[in-house]
């Protein structure tokens, strides 16, 4: 069910071509290759598609190894990051959050709470950001935000740049942009940014913007305070409840 056309009659198709193909070359090729041929891969993906497919973005699942191994562990963190804030619905394959779960939440937390990384635009192209630097512009509603997730291995230093015309107006004069992963005001001229990145570092840079609320501190069960803690229960072969 990965064909887009499937997409004229289901809600949602698989990404199948990013998650078995697409993503296997950042293991083969460096980082300045692979970051531009993935940026224009998703754009040329997204013109040849059917209108406002919605593609569920994942790194792995049944028909692939475990992630963490293929990549590392902080590679998969970057990619999971990526695979949330481009177009799209981020799917989360069984178990693969063991050992990640802190860094799951805060990037589906920013998914979350900013409309354009949900139902907002994307552009693949009009973004400039450092060698290895993969980015992305998401825009909706008047609003605009930058994703940014560093797939060079290394820590990355530079100047990340948006064309006035790629922005709506409303976001056009923004004197500051806000890291949306530490909070912090990044400041903004003519739509050019500075930012430091560590290795397979990710952020979002939203124009104009207050800071995200605070995740909720996860009780002893493992639930965030105030959620339904109502689990599903499942019977085993045995009749034992799980």
Known sequence: MGASI???????????????????DFRKSPP???????????????????????????????????????????????????????????????????????????????RREVEELNTGAADYLSVSAPEGVFACLRTGAGRASVVLVNLSGKPVRG????????LPETARGAGWARDLMTGAKVAARGGRMEVSLPSFGHTVLRFGARALPGLAPVTGEGFPAGADRKRTRMKSSHGKVN
């Open 32 to 110: 300045e290759v692979f970051v531009p041929r993935l940026r224009r891969w998703l754009h040329e993906q997204q013109c040849a598609e059917i209108p406002d497919l919605v593609r569920m973005r994942h790194v792995e699942s049944h028909d692939s190894l475990r992630s963490g191994l293929w990549y590392g562990a902080d590679a998969q963190r970057a990619l999971v990051a990526l695979t949330a804030w481009i177009h799209g619905i981020p799917m989360v394959y069984h178990e693969m959050e063991d050992g990640h779960y802190e860094a799951y939440r805060r990037i589906f937390h920013v």
């Open 6 to 24: 499937h997409g004229a009659v289901s809600d949602s198709t698989y990404d199948f071509d990013l998650c078995y193909h697409v993503l296997h």
């Open 159 to 166: 100047a990340v740049a948006v064309p006035a015309e790629a």
